[in-house]
Structure formats: structure tokens, C-alpha cells
């Protein structure tokens, strides 16, 4: 999985430098191997709106795809003030700044919103941390609202929904498919 999304944050044919993913999805259709080309390809891009869609192949047979669309020249929004929102779901995660700095060093995404003082967490990490919970090898995430490093993230699953909150507001949900 990181290794596509490695594939992905360093695409030569476009710059995303201040834009955010609005949404997401990835499939997985087999197990990780060693031997895995990648291909990535844009599907849509103008001012507002770039779609990528990036495959993993192993002996030509598609093992894993990651689709983003990616909102572009997009003004992230300011933090909220810190709340309690324990009656909005389960405590999930707590991403640290290390964390975060780190997902960007090993997945090459150097988007400067993932590398500030309150930096915003990386779509694709919360990706892969929703797919390692749930075990899911279909999922479509739709991102709401940023989610900022130290900040605890909480989740509310209801059916095949997951909706994470973090600072009192929605700031995902995520389909199980």
C-alpha cells in the first residue's frame, strides 16, 4: 500500500503542492508481492479539480488501485478550538506530529500542509490507518474537514459507515465496500 501511494506523491505530470484529497478510493484485489510495477494516470485535471487514479500490478494482473480526487488550489481551513467529543464515537487515533512527518518522508508527499507547526494529517494515512482497522480491501473515504496532528480523532460505525470526528466536526466518512 505505501509503495502506490509512494507511486502516486511523486506522479511527474502534476504539481499538487497546496491542494487537498476531497476523496478516495482503494481496493485491494491481492496480497503485496515484491514484484509490482505501478501505473498512474490522470484522469481529469483543471483549476478546481485533479482525478488520479494510480494502479499496483504483479504479472500484469491488477493487485491494488487508489483513486483521489484532488480538490485544488484550496485554502485549508483553521483549526477549531479543542473539545471533548467522547459522545461522538470511539477513540480512535491520536496522529503526531512525528507521525505525519514521517508518513510524508516514506510516501514522498511533500505537500507543505503535512510539514507545519500544525500540520494537516494526510488523507492517504488516514487511508491506510482505516484500512489496517477495518481490514477492508474496499473502501471510499470522503474527507470533510482537516484533521490536525495531535488532535484526537474519534470514529462512530453504524453498517458499513465509519465517520471519524475530531474537534467536534465531522471530518470524514468512510464506506466499507
Not at 515484491?34 to 485533479?50: F, G, M, P, Q
Amino acid at each position: 500500500m505505501l509503495d502506490l501511494f509512494r507511486a502516486f506523491a511523486t506522479q511527474e505530470d502534476f504539481f499538487y503542492e497546496g491542494a487537498f484529497i476531497g476523496k478516495v478510493k482503494y481496493q485491494r484485489f491481492q496480497e503485496n508481492t515484491d514484484k509490482k510495477t505501478y501505473k498512474v494516470e490522470i484522469v481529469k485535471s483543471n483549476r478546481r479539480l485533479c482525478v488520479v487514479s494510480c494502479s499496483g500490478y504483479i504479472n500484469n494482473e491488477p493487485s491494488e488501485t487508489l483513486t483521489v480526487y484532488l480538490m485544488m488550489n484550496a485554502v485549508v481551513k483553521e483549526p477549531v478550538e479543542t473539545k471533548t467529543v467522547e459522545a461522538t464515537g470511539s477513540l480512535w487515533r491520536n496522529f503526531s506530529k512525528e507521525e505525519i512527518a514521517e508518513f510524508s518522508h516514506v510516501t514522498g508527499d511533500t505537500n507543505s500542509i503535512h510539514l507545519t507547526d500544525n500540520p494537516v494529517v494526510q488523507g492517504l494515512f488516514i487511508l491506510k490507518e482505516l484500512c489496517d482497522t477495518t481490514k477492508s480491501n474496499e473502501i471510499e473515504v470522503k474527507y470533510v474537514h482537516p484533521v490536525y496532528g495531535c488532535n484526537q480523532v474519534y470514529i462512530k460505525q453504524e453498517g458499513n459507515i465509519i465517520k471519524g470526528y475530531s474537534n467536534d466536526a465531522l471530518c470524514f466518512e468512510a464506506t466499507l465496500l
